[in-house]
């Protein structure tokens, strides 16, 4: 899988200047036995997780706080596939993980969501800029190793069809 480094020239343009837009790394066809795994690497990351949905259930205004029995469910399995949104802080904003629970017999998808002006300190700043990129990258890689079928996809769009969007070579791919 290539280094950050070489990612970051390509992901730069689809992030920076900023204009608002979210970012969003897709990480597409992973077992479905890798979601505990998912889960420990962005709880590693931000340190302190905030449900926001659970089984497509939005909590609102009010989310309930992050403990076993919330995590247990987010693990289970779906009949129909469900989604799960956890939120945790990460440099100077918010670190999202869209969880898109496969049905039985599908493949686990995920989306990391990110401002980049909340993220990156300094559109200018390319080292700072390209080291927090690092981090991300990583958490991705260490999601998805021993899942040689898994893809990734970068783009500014907020909501996509990750799949077109390779097909059409749009974003970056790894």
């Not at 706080?65 to 939120?87: C, F, K, M, Y």
């Not at 927090?132 to 909501?159: H, K, M, Y």
């Amino acid at each position: 899988m290539p280094k950050a480094a070489s990612l970051w020239v390509e992901a730069k343009p689809l992030m920076i200047p900023f204009e608002g837009n979210a970012t969003t790394i897709h990480i597409l066809d992973l077992p479905p036995a890798f979601l505990s795994r998912c889960v420990d690497q962005f709880e590693a990351v931000v340190g302190r997780i905030t449900p926001h949905m659970i089984a497509s259930w939005a909590y609102g205004d009010d989310p309930p706080t992050w403990n076993e029995d919330i995590r247990s469910r987010v693990l289970a399995p779906s009949d129909d596939g469900a989604l799960h949104l956890l939120v945790g802080p990460f440099h100077n904003g918010l670190l999202q993980l869209h969880i898109w629970a496969p049905a039985p017999g599908g493949l686990l998808c995920l989306e990391l969501v990110f401002f980049a002006d909340d993220i990156f300190p300094d559109q200018h700043d390319d080292g700072a800029n390209e080291q927090i990129f690092g981090e991300i990258v990583g958490q991705v890689d260490n999601i998805r190793r021993d899942a040689p079928g898994a893809r990734c996809l970068l783009t500014p769009l907020e909501s996509c069809d990750p799949r077109e969007e390779i097909s059409k070579e749009r974003g970056l791919v790894w």
